[in-house]
């Protein structure tokens, strides 16, 4: 450590800045805006007011669009608090951040595996501890400084860390049609924020759609910059057509048995009395509920309905307030309509967007465990 202290002392003041705060979360319940270039993120390409020729200005403001569309809003959001957690400590050990130095990045997620990466915070657990080692293989990346990741100073601990302190996913618990029956009972239908929240929850559950494809759809195609797809209202049903990691894919919503629990009946009549004829679908509603306006809703809006609706509804209510607060968030609409339909596997997989089964079946929280009885069918 004192050879790795002498090595990068002396460049230590002006490698270690962070990326600005520009990034940090916010309260405000509408996606925080953020231009190329001004994400506080590095970039591989010149900074804005850098001297280019006049010819390749335009160019180069484009390629940082691409550049800020080559990862969405909250990776961007965890890379640059992870990069700041990562060049405070740095900054504390008298260690500098950049060149990355393997040795240096294998004792801070020890420190962050044992609790001692920052005073008075606990362990992190190994998916934040990941989490932060791809940040910062990122953020070297762009930088110029790649991290080797295999280098035995990391690879050797990080797979200590797992085989150690790694324990089994803590799933979220499906909101299961009953349930949200009751749910949608608890919202004012009098109201705009009682009318968009029913179609929010409709539309996540019918569609089996993540909280970030919910808050990110367009009344149409190519409306606005930030959009992650669009729906297309049709006689028999919707189709949503959704940006993923792996590309584009199709979502087929039919209509429900009856308008109450109707999803494509929820998004038309919110569309209607919001009078929305362009833009974001989900909106903030504002002027003390009166009013709709332009910005777009943040991915948490989604995971604070669900948790308000369900305590309102009673479900589970056999846990505490506390407990229905961790076991239920937007990930349970995916989870309860892949619990709840009973069709053939492979529809609920397209419908989920899932590579494999076998992730689908993680979602699956009703399903037969032991319908293959091997031992029975091994003679025993």
Known sequence: MAQIIEQN???????????????????????????AGNSGLPSPLPAPGTSLPSHLEQLADRARAYVEAASSTNTRRAYASDWKHF??????????????????VGLYITACASGTAERGMKANTVSTIERRLSAIGWNCAQRGTPLDRKDRAIATVMAGIRNTHASPPRQKEAILP??????????????????????????GFAGGLRRSEIVGLDLGRDQTEDSSGWIEILDKGMLVTLRGKTGWREV??????????????AVETWIRFAKLAKGPLFRRVTGKGKDVGPDR????????????AVLA??????????????????HSLRAGLASS???????????LGHASAEM????????DRFRVNLTKASGL
């Open 9 to 35: 002392s002396e460049n230590h003041a002006d490698m270690s800045a962070a990326p600005s705060d520009s990034m940090a979360h916010s309260s405000d319940v509408s996606a925080p805006k953020s231009s």
């Open 87 to 104: 060049a405070a400590w740095c900054r504390r050990q008298n260690v500098a951040p950049l060149p990355p130095d393997p040795q240096v």
């Open 178 to 203: 009953e349930d949200l029956i009751a749910m949608l009972e608890t919202l004012d239908r009098g109201t705009l924020r009682g009318l968009r929240d029913r179609a929010m929850l409709l539309i």
């Open 252 to 265: 087929e919503i039919g209509r429900g048995s009856s308008d109450a629990t109707c999803p494509i009946v």
């Open 297 to 308: 809703l943040n991915d948490k809006e989604v995971a604070r309905l669900v948790k308000s």
């Open 313 to 330: 509804a009673g479900v589970r209510g056999d846990l505490s307030e506390s407990e229905r607060g961790e076991k239920f968030s937007g």
């Open 341 to 351: 339909a009973e069709v053939d596997e492979r529809y609920v997989q397209k419908q």
């Open 360 to 367: 689908t079946r993680k979602y699956q929280r009703r399903r």
